[in-house]
């Protein structure tokens, strides 16, 4: 079983940084993604980040350049370093562990409110 618990979220305002962290249970060596995706109200949840083992970490455009995924191994925990946040980025943001092909595992969500 693995269990997600994501920390960092806040209220914060636009122009300002956040580190987000998910620390996961069991063996990262044995996931074959992980990844953070966000909800805004009345939005559907969309993928922002997500890394792989060997590969380059993968974002969608509206975050490029400003926020960075990163996985610390040893702590099986991973990063969402989120830098120069805009009011759009205002969601709730979950992390996601594939142990397969899609992303089965997932946490329970920590908010992000960007202010004008």
């Known amino acids: 079983q693995v269990q997600l618990v994501e920390s960092g979220g806040g209220l914060v305002q636009a122009g300002g940084s956040l580190r987000l962290s998910c620390t996961a249970s069991g063996s990262i060596f044995s996931f074959n993604a992980m990844g953070w995706y966000r909800q805004a109200p009345g939005k559907q949840r969309d993928l922002v980040a997500t890394?792989?083992?060997?590969?380059?970490?993968n974002y969608v455009d509206s975050v490029k350049g400003r926020f960075t995924i990163s996985r610390d191994y040893a702590k099986n925990t991973m990063y969402l370093q989120m830098n120069n946040l805009e009011p759009e980025d205002t969601a709730v943001y979950y992390c996601a562990v594939a142990t397969g092909p899609t992303y089965d595992y997932w946490g329970q969500g920590t908010q992000v409110t960007v202010s004008s």
């Open positions: 890394i792989t083992l060997g590969r380059r970490p």
